[in-house]
Nanobody
Framework: HVQLVESGGGLVQAGGSLRLSCAAS????????MGWYRQAPGKQRELVAT???????NYGDSVKGRFTISRDDAKITVYLQMNSLKPEDTAVYYC?????????WGQGTQVTASS
């Protein structure tokens, strides 16, 4: 099993920046990819960004050019740098990890970009 703990959410004005962190623990040696998803009220959970063990990244269309995913292998932590935040970025952001064919989720952290 893998446990994920997110931090770094909060309230920011539109145009501002935030950085989310997600620390993994447990069977981390089995992790093949980590990423971020988000869910706004009344909407389905959607992809924000993922990063695979080999470093390949993938971004949702709505965040390309504004958000950057990175990781620190020594700390088993993944980061999401969010710049030029828009009100439509407001959502609960969830960290995910894929390990041994299972997908694990963090508890979520609220990000609110006010207009």
């Amino acid at each position: 099993h893998v446990q994920l703990v997110e931090s770094g959410g909060g309230l920011v004005q539109a145009g501002g920046s935030l950085r989310l962190s997600c620390a993994a623990s447990g069977d981390t040696i089995c992790i093949s990819a980590m990423g971020w998803y988000r869910q706004a009220p009344g909407k389905q959970r959607e992809l924000v960004a993922t990063i695979a063990t080999g470093g390949m990244t993938n971004y949702g269309d709505s965040v390309k050019g504004r958000f950057t995913i990175s990781r620190d292998d020594a700390k088993i932590t993944v980061y999401l740098q969010m710049n030029s935040l828009k009100p439509e970025d407001t959502a609960v952001y969830y960290c995910s990890a894929v390990a041994s064919g299972w997908k694990y989720w963090g508890q979520g952290t609220q990000v609110t970009a006010s207009s």
